[in-house]
């Protein structure tokens, strides 16, 4: 497949999804300015699916992508998850809250989640992509006979290989730089913690699906890095946080916009799965050593946003899912068209 001849681009660049941060008029800019613009639908409802799409094509007639979470969903476990909101609540008492009674599955997965599927089929968008996993073979099917093209985020060549025996097209190949979740579809198994770039070499190697490189990457020499190494593509993500059209909170983009984007830090704390974000007071949290284990994604996440809820009512910005890549120190706040084009600039600056 030639990946950017498929879908018109002229930058070999996909704005990753960012559920949460990204918008609909941020993946527009991006689409009209060239490259490929990506829709989180991971973290919401159906409804609110259909309203994002429609915002979406109602500013852009180019090809678009939604994300989708394929996560397992596990069965709740209430004496470890009481345990977790007992280890919180001196936490939310600082701030004169009160942890939730039991915590909640806030996120659907998109595995048997018809109504979700509906959405997309209904979209037929040019390109659907998955986080955490693999959806069930009728679905794969059905995304394939809309004519998608279906991208899927990696973190090892054993999770390639699943990929490609389900019907993935393209694969994201997700380094241990990348800001945000980590893909694994496993969580728990042992993560070998492959940088962006061994990754992509060792997939190109492989050499039976294309592979976009994700992960650290922030400026056209970096986008140039992973072309040569055989990529047909980046996907970047920190590098978009701080363009105006984003969700991102004040507090997030002056961190980022500070000495605090030179630390970022893997946790589980916040959400339940490994995540890359910058070292916070909730990343401080994961750290110590006294307390239980952190339940399963996403019910951890019912707990983490509510504590920032109850700590941001009071001012204090630090218990955000803050996520950031390890690039982030390179981030620039520019309109999203703009940084495209200066992307592109710099890429043709840095061609051999």
């Given amino acids: ?40 639908l991971g973290a919401i409802g159906p409804e609110e699916a259909r309203r994002q799409i429609a915002e979406l094509k109602s500013r852009t007639d180019r090809p678009f992508n939604l994300n989708l979470f394929v996560h397992e969903t596990l069965a709740p476990d209430p004496a470890g998850e009481q345990a977790w909101l007992d280890a919180l609540a001196p936490l939310f008492r600082e701030y004169d809250a009160e942890p939730p009674a039991a915590l909640e599955t806030i996120y659907p997965s998109f595995i048997g989640n018809a109504a979700m599927r509906d959405v997309v089929l209904e979209t037929k968008p040019a390109v659907v992509s998955v986080h955490f996993g693999l959806p069930e073979a009728a679905t794969i099917a059905a995304l394939k006979a809309a004519g998608c093209v279906l991208l899927g985020s990696v973190t090892s060549l054993a999770e390639a290989e699943l990929s490609l025996a389900a019907g993935i097209d393209v694969l994201v190949a997700q380094g241990w730089e990348a800001g945000g979740h980590r893909g694994m579809f496993d969580p728990d198994a042992l993560d ?64 980022l916009a500070s000495d605090a984007a030179r630390h970022t830090t893997m946790t589980r704390a916040i959400s339940g799965r490994p995540a890359r974000c910058l070292a916070n007071r909730f990343t401080q949290l994961g750290e110590r050593t006294d307390i239980p284990p952190v339940p399963a994604y996403p019910r951890t996440y019912h707990a983490g946003k509510a504590l920032n809820a109850a700590a941001k009512a009071k001012g204090e910005p630090l218990y955000g899912a803050q996520w950031a890549g390890q690039g982030a120190p390179l981030s620039r706040p520019l309109p999203a068209a703009e940084l495209v084009a200066q992307l592109a600039a710099e890429l043709s600056f840095t061609r051999p």
């Fill in 192 to 255: 070998d913690r492959l940088g962006t770039f061994a990754l992509t070499r060792l997939l190109v190697a492989w050499g039976k699906l294309p592979v976009i490189a994700a992960g650290g990457i922030m400026d056209g020499a970096g986008i140039r890095a992973a072309l040569d190494l055989g990529a047909v593509a980046a996907q970047l993500g920190t590098a978009f946080v701080a363009c105006p059209e984003t969700n991102a909170d004040a507090a997030y983009r002056a961190l």
């Fill in 1 to 40: 497949m030639d990946f950017l001849a498929r879908f018109g681009l002229s930058v070999p660049l996909v704005q990753a999804p960012m559920a949460g941060t990204s918008t609909p008029a941020l993946a527009a800019e991006v689409c009209n300015a060239g490259a490929l613009g990506s829709l989180a």
